[in-house]
């Protein structure tokens, strides 16, 4: 692991809080591994032995069913992921595979589970950042069951938007074929979806998004904020599909 990865990682939410003598233990026992694109880390049902925290590249989650296959998450730097599986000692409720070529420290869940014990300070902030995935879920599932997909992309775009200082412009950070399977679409769902909302706020160039009238498109996905707006405490950078800077569960 190199020593500039370091104050990154420690600026995490998990570790902002802890002793220097947590923090200096974990990163001992934490090996860094490069992983070309399209390389599955883990799938679903394995035992999750290790916190992932990504340094560099992109990593999708996703998760499968009876043929069917759907996009979880897709996770940015810096950002740790399978937090929830490594506590439990349980299996991974979903798989994981590179998007590029990305860099992935490997913290050992046995190491994390005896600091937890050890740290109080490590303690709250695994309970803080099990809370906020939590009502992460909840928001996303509200999304999927209450909305439309007119609805649901309207709000995405919107959130998207707010992730980038609010610009008016912006360049889709997933394919859309990704963003489709967030958003409980299938690709040619979402097309016709894009080509709805350019009556009602947005315009495309390629995978640029433009938003033209921020007012109709706010009425187009019926805005929420017990649906859309983000804790306090949560990162306005992060892609989850949200995108994110922040340990994933499952």
């Known amino acids: 692991m190199r020593d500039e990865d370091k104050p990154a990682i420690r600026d995490l939410p998990l570790f902002r809080a802890v002793t220097t003598q947590t923090f200096d233990g974990l990163m001992a026992s934490t090996y860094a591994q490069s992983f070309p694109p399209q390389l599955e880390l883990f799938r679903q049902g394995d035992r999750a032995d290790f916190l992932h925290i990504l340094v ?40 994981a595979r590179t998007l590029e070529r990305s860099r992935i420290l490997m913290l050992p869940a046995v190491d994390l589970r005896a600091a937890i014990r050890r740290d109080p300070e490590l303690a709250a902030a695994v309970m803080g950042e099990l809370a906020r995935g939590y009502r992460g879920m909840v928001r996303q599932v509200k999304n999927l069951k209450l909305r439309g997909t007119r ?22 950070p997933v394919e859309k074929r990704h963003l489709a399977s967030y958003l409980g679409m299938t690709a040619e769902s979402l097309s016709r979806t894009f080509a709805a909302l350019k009556k009602e706020g947005i315009a495309l160039d390629g995978a640029r998004v433009i938003i033209t009238d921020r007012a109709a498109l706010a009425q187009a996905a019926g805005q929420d904020p017990l649906i859309d707006e983000m804790d306090a405490s949560e990162d306005p950078g992060e892609v989850m599909l949200p995108s994110l800077g922040r340990p994933r569960g499952g």
Do not use: K, Y
């Open 151 to 172: 609805e649901r992309l309207a709000a995405w775009l919107l959130t998207q938007s707010r992730r980038e200082g609010g610009a008016a412009s912006f360049v889709l």
């Open 56 to 95: 560099e590249g992109a990593v999708e989650l996703h998760a499968e069913w009876n043929g069917r296959d759907a996009v979880m998450a897709v996770v940015r730097p810096v950002s740790s992921f399978i937090l929830a599986a490594c506590l439990r000692d349980q299996p991974a409720l979903m798989s």
